[in-house]
């Protein structure tokens, strides 16, 4: 009787009906605010990749970019008659080949790729301040009679002088390993010399679809004209024929070489008004920005260097 028992009150059905509205308007609201973020970073995400994806494709359609690609595609894109030659090599002796065990080529091929790097140091100590183009001609002219050589081998000629077949195939690797460096690295600075700031990582990519699909053309090219002479890894009448054909058509990518004069005459490409405004700026940020600028071309001449080397390797 003392005490009194207080009750909670219950809510009534309609307050309880509008908190329940609130709450859903609440989190439909917080739905929708949602969604319209996502839909705006969508929006930023793919606004950016349509314009890194239009600056890719003015820099790849202008022609101081364009013409060095397709340079650099008719350079890869001759013949080869490595297929053969390598064939040719490990025949049998009773068959007309050399007889060279894969323990000899393997060594031969570390050794070539040793006179690459000399071919390499060679460049930058003697050729790094000579024309591009100059060095790629030179370099042209003496890697087509360098590439006959082989006939010395193929016709047995070496054995009228005492000298053996191992002796003189390393000799003559080591030769053109070296020279086909030294001869591409001036295509690497060109590549690297017309590529704007800002897509580099993507003209890399291209330029390397580019340079993979010369060396496609090139071996499916070889593999034709290997058939069409009729070598074969126990035939080998037509390989002479065969060795002189490629080295010359090596000659025929020096019809534009002009591109590579135009390009070198011009210097760096115009550049966007975005990204003219941020490189034309003075001052220390402006240097520091053109000193990452020039980093990341130098890195792109490593990269092409390497990917060249180990495409050679393989």
């Known amino acids: 009787a003392g005490f009194t028992v207080k009750e909670d009150p219950v809510p009534s059905s309609s307050s309880s009906s509008s908190s329940r509205d609130a709450t859903l308007v609440a989190a439909s609201q917080k739905k929708t605010d949602g969604g319209v973020e996502a839909v705006d970073a969508s929006s ?20 101081q970019v364009f013409r060095p690609a397709i340079f650099i595609f008719l350079w890869q894109a001759t013949p080869t008659c490595a297929s053969a030659f390598f064939y040719f090599s490990t025949g049998a002796v009773a068959d007309g080949g050399l007889g060279f065990d894969p323990d000899f080529v393997g060594k031969a091929s570390a050794v070539g790729s040793v006179a690459g790097m000399a071919g390499i140091a060679a460049y930058n100590a003697f050729f790094s301040t000579a024309r591009l183009s100059t060095v790629i001609l030179s370099t042209a002219c003496l890697s087509a009679i360098i590439g006959c050589t082989p006939l010395v081998l193929v016709y047995h000629l070496n ?9 003189f195939a390393l000799g003559d690797g ?3 390993s070296a020279l086909g460096d030294v001869g591409f690295i001036p295509i690497l600075v060109v590549a690297a010399k017309v590529c704007p700031p800002g ?14 699909l010369g060396l496609l053309t090139s071996q499916e090219l070889g593999a034709l004209l290997t058939s069409y002479f009729g070598v074969t890894s126990t035939n080998f009448d037509n390989l002479g024929p065969l060795v002189v054909l490629c080295s010359l058509s090596s000659l025929l990518p020096l019809l534009a070489l002009d591109w590579v004069r135009q ?4 210097g760096d490409p115009p550049q966007s008004n975005d990204n003219t405004k941020k490189t034309s700026s003075s001052g220390p940020q402006g240097e520091k920005r053109q000193g990452r600028v020039e980093r990341r071309r130098h890195l792109l001449v490593d990269l092409l260097l390497r990917v060249h080397r180990e495409t050679t390797k393989g």
Do not use: C
Not at 50 to 60: D, H, K, M, V, Y
Not at 159 to 167: Q, R, S, T, V
Not at 263 to 266: A, F, I, L
């Open 44 to 63: 930023n995400n793919s606004g950016g990749a349509r314009s890194q994806f239009q600056l890719l494709w003015s820099a790849l359609t202008s022609d």
């Open 159 to 167: 054995e009228a002088y005492g000298i053996p077949d191992k002796f």
């Open 174 to 176: 080591v030769v053109q």
């Open 199 to 212: 897509v580099e990582g993507s003209l890399f990519a291209a330029l390397m679809s580019i340079y993979n």
């Open 263 to 266: 390009v070198e005459d011009r």
